[in-house]
């Protein structure tokens, strides 16, 4: 009894505003202590596996987001990095810049003491390199460990998802069950 008791305890637990979704072994007691009817569980459960899909695409597009910042953010520590390297040796650093979708500007750039970052929200702000290094650093690993919270409330999503499928296809099997085993009953009484 008391391993049942922790199950469903367990199976109803719930990640960062995503509720879980229940086992249901026996779906008779689910019906009488849910209070609902076949066709009323089955949308119940519809519903919520609709939401479960909705849920997914989000989290798929930050994970997509989060998937293009990484780069972004570990390109812009090489330049820094190559930067500093190039920072008192005279030797001059050419690059190519973009300045808008598909046009380049060549700059020559000898001793940076320090680079502009854009922060988002049209907001630029200037750091030396070893502060743009630090910020930097900061955001990738956190961008890092973002990404894998995300992947696994992506994973916690398709078990609940999983679960809700089954849990679906028991409730319709065992309707179909039921009504068979009525027509049956019908039928034996009727010869």
Known sequence: ???????????????????????VEDVETYLTQSGLDVNSALSFLQERLQQYKLVEMKLLAQQRDLQAKIPDIEKCLDVVATLQAKK???????????????????AKIEDAEAVCLWLGANVMLEYSCDE?????????????????????????????VTITQVTIARVYNWDVHQRRMRQTTTAAKDS
């Open 1 to 23: 009894m008391a391993s049942s008791s922790s199950l469903s305890t367990s199976s109803t637990a719930e990640r960062r505003g995503i509720p879980g979704a229940q086992f």
């Open 88 to 106: 008192g040796t005279g030797e001059a650093l050419i690059a190519d810049t973009e300045v808008s979708e598909g046009i380049f500007s060549r």
């Open 132 to 160: 743009a290094t630090a910020l930097l650093q900061k955001n990738l690993e956190n961008a890092k460990a973002s990404l894998e919270v995300l992947i696994a409330d992506l994973q916690f999503l398709r078990d609940q």
